[in-house]
């Protein structure tokens, strides 16, 4: 089992980045995929993440109407649209799987946004 991420970067607030997530070793597609955050002094917290089966998608409320998540199913990818990034942002971003109650992680991305 691998997650590749990638995508993170510098922005000004007001930006968009757009992280990636590339899911491998999987045999069945009965689980799901997303992004957690973890800002420095903080808990990690799930941001956004997106069933395999049915595509029911969740969002945290402080990411509501400006992550957007999608997956590619043929290429077992799943990309967070990040638009209108604020400073409050900034974290080191993880791909995450869980399938029956176990979970996988990616290595993080930093997400910086300047203000």
């Known amino acids: 089992v691998q997650l590749q991420a990638s995508g993170g970067g510098l922005v000004q607030a007001g930006g968009s980045l757009r992280l990636s997530c590339a899911a491998s070793g999987f045999t069945s597609d009965d689980y799901a995929i997303g992004w957690f955050r973890q800002a420095p002094g903080k808990e990690r917290e799930g941001v956004s993440c997106?069933?395999?089966?049915?595509?029911?998608?969740y969002y945290a409320d402080s990411v509501k109407g400006r992550f957007t998540i999608s997956s590619d199913n043929t290429k077992n990818t799943v990309y967070l649209q990040m638009n209108s990034l604020k400073p409050e942002d900034t974290a080191v971003y993880y791909c995450?799987?869980?399938?029956?109650?176990?979970?996988?992680w990616g290595k993080g991305t930093q997400v910086t946004v300047s203000s």
């Open positions: 995450n799987v869980e399938k029956w109650y176990v979970n996988y």
């Open positions: 997106i069933s395999r089966e049915d595509d029911m998608t």
